[in-house]
């Protein structure tokens, strides 16, 4: 069992690396990343500040595009492919198949966030700048961030087809951004049922603000290891709700 879970995980990992996406994404990247000394010279902000921003900015929107990308397309794929059908029919069931899907996935992601970050360090030290403990967990919780998304994606695409499960989950990572903004705004609001509707996508949406921790690394803002371990460890356990549901849906799917 643990051996064809790892051996999906891993052709899952192959097949995200394999695709031309990902190499675009990191070119893209990588192209950001060096034109931050291009903008430096004709902005009024420190260097540090505007390597960190375009920095972090570059590696976290093109990391999401790819992240919704492939956590809608793989279970699509498959299913378009009629390969499932010779997946299920190994000893593994389609829970199984569907979390070591996900488990390459991030592990994709991880590798990638590590390639990003070793770029994005040279061209900080190249500047003259140095590396902050805040650009560091800014780093690190970005991956907890992409698990919540693909957790979304992965929900969305078991029952669904890869271009709503792409919509939907964009505008999940849109919501989950402004979650804050939405309670704030139902709670002014005198009609009862906006009231409620506002409290209710509040409480359903990922607090994708909390596992932001760019705007902190680009003022140099620490934090401390408890917030940091709660903003992981909800990150986590809202991934693992939305795979649980997926699991659920997807072993009840039907392939014809």
């Not at 800014?138 to 979304?152: G, H, K, R």
């Amino acid at each position: 069992m643990i051996r064809s879970f790892l051996a999906v995980a891993f052709n899952s990992f192959r097949e995200a690396l394999r695709h031309r996406i990902s190499v675009v994404v990191v070119a893209f990247s990588v192209a950001l990343l060096f034109a931050t000394s291009l903008v430096a010279d004709v902005t009024v902000i420190t260097l540090d500040r505007v390597v960190t921003d375009f920095g972090l900015g570059a590696m976290s929107i093109s990391l999401v595009m790819l992240t919704i990308f492939l956590s809608c397309s793989q279970l699509s794929r498959e299913i378009e492919r009629k390969t499932i059908f010779l997946i299920v029919s190994k000893p593994i069931s389609r829970g199984e198949f569907l979390v070591a899907r996900f488990a390459g996935n991030m592990f994709t992601l991880a590798v990638l966030i590590l390639l990003m970050s070793a770029v994005f360090v040279a061209e900080v030290v190249l500047n003259g700048g140095s590396v902050t403990e805040a650009q560091l967990v800014a780093l690190v919780m970005l991956w907890f961030e992409l698990m919540v998304i693909s957790s979304v994606g992965f929900l969305v695409s078991s029952f669904s087809s890869q271009l709503v499960s792409a919509v939907v989950t964009t505008g999940v990572y849109i919501s989950g951004h402004l979650s804050d903004d939405i309670y704030s705004l139902s709670t002014r609001t005198k009609v009862p049922s906006l009231r409620a509707l506002g409290h209710t996508l509040y409480y359903m949406l990922p607090n994708l603000e909390r596992l932001n921790y760019r705007p902190k690394a680009s003022y140099v803002l620490s934090s401390t290891f408890s917030e940091v371990f709660g903003s992981a460890a909800y990150g986590t356990a809202y991934a693992a709700l939305m795979v649980t549901f997926a699991v659920l849906l997807f072993a009840r799917r039907d392939f014809k």
